[in-house]
């Protein structure tokens, strides 16, 4: 593990020494994470939208979706996975904290045996 301290600026700032951020791939933000006593900084996942992309269209041709209806179609339904990743990921956090119910695989995905019937 490497370790290097930092000085604290009176505005609370810091600067990641140039080896961290290069070997961490930091670009223009980072992400701040409080785990137990610990701050994390990390860089900030870069999201373009398209981790889906390729698993959206499929399902929508299969849908026979084409031309235009399948690009209307295929923005909605990427426009909502973000959302919809950020809501688990909250609920998850809510969970480890005690604070939430957690859901079992078959809840999120349901029975495999009754999807291959």
Same mark, same amino acid.
């Given at each position: 593990?490497e ?27 980072? $992400? ?6 610990? %701050?994390?900084?990390?860089?900030? /996942? +870069?999201? #373009?939208?398209?981790e889906?992309? @390729?698993?959206?269209?499929?399902d929508?041709i299969? $849908? ?6 399948? %690009?209307?179609?295929?923005k909605? /339904? +990427?426009? #909502?996975?973000?959302p919809?990743v @950020?809501e688990m990921?909250?609920?998850a ?13 078959e809840?999120?995905?349901?029975d ?6």
């Amino acid at each position: 593990m490497e370790k290097k301290i930092v000085s604290i600026s009176s505005k609370r700032q810091i600067t990641i020494p140039q080896k961290f951020f290069s070997m961490l791939g930091f670009e223009t933000e980072a $992400e701040c994470i409080v785990r137990g006593n610990e %701050l994390v900084i990390r860089p900030a /996942k +870069q999201y #373009s939208g398209g981790e889906f992309a @390729e698993m959206i269209l499929a399902d929508l041709i299969g $849908e026979g979706l084409s031309g235009e209806e399948l %690009l209307e179609k295929f923005k909605e /339904k +990427q426009a #909502s996975i973000r959302p919809a990743v @950020e809501e688990m990921i909250a609920q998850a956090e809510n969970v480890a904290n005690g604070d939430g119910e957690y859901a079992t695989y078959e809840d999120v995905f349901g029975d495999e045996e009754a999807v291959n019937d």
